[in-house]
């Protein structure tokens, strides 16, 4: 009887131990450590990086598409960066992919239908994730700062197309902007 008792303290020092270290995990969910909004190198953009941005303006179709074109932007753990255009998720006016915590920035395009610069849900992906957000459209190539709350103009047309365009010119002014890209080009009516 003893022995009874002595195992039945345990199971419930046991199960009482337990209990509250999950009440205490529970009221204490853990989360990622928050990330900052990772400044953007215009100066790094080049061919390459605009034959992505092709093949997601051919998933668009040029805009004309209802369907979005996306390319990913990731800075590799060396300081290094790699550009992926996503195939075609045949999703309308929506795009989808698997989070990885090395994407730094988001390109995708709008069709010529709507507004050029980021939709509210873009900000609102930008805004979860602490990333740039832009966007490709015809009349231009716009970005959301997560961290700055404001829409920036980057081009205008389709010059972001070009490699030849990404000038020393053009990097030397994003780069004159504060690190997460000051107000200077804000877009009449940012958000």
């Not at 047309?157 to 902007?177: C, P």
């Amino acid at each position: 009887m003893r022995r009874f008792s002595y195992l039945l303290s345990l199971s419930l020092t046991i199960t009482f131990f337990a209990s509250t270290t999950m009440q205490s995990s529970l009221a204490k969910p853990y989360t990622d450590p928050p990330r900052t909004v990772v400044p953007f190198d215009f100066s790094i953009i080049n061919r390459e990086m605009t034959e992505e941005f092709s093949k997601a303006w051919r998933v668009a179709k040029a805009g004309t598409s209802e369907y979005e074109g996306v390319v990913l932007y990731y800075l590799l753990p060396d300081g290094s960066y790699q550009v992926k255009a996503l195939k075609s998720t045949n999703e309308y006016k929506k795009f989808s992919f698997t989070w990885d915590n090395r994407i730094a920035a988001i390109f995708h395009t709008h069709p010529k239908s709507v507004d050029p610069r980021p939709s509210t849900d873009d900000m609102k992906v930008a805004d979860k994730y602490n990333v740039l957000m832009f966007t490709l459209t015809v009349r231009g190539m716009y970005v959301y700062d997560p961290g700055t709350k404001k829409t920036s103009v980057v081009m205008y047309g389709l010059d972001w197309l070009n490699a030849s365009k990404w000038t020393d010119e053009v990097a030397l002014k994003m780069a004159n902007l504060s690190p997460s890209f000051a107000s200077k080009l804000a877009v009449n009516g940012s958000h």
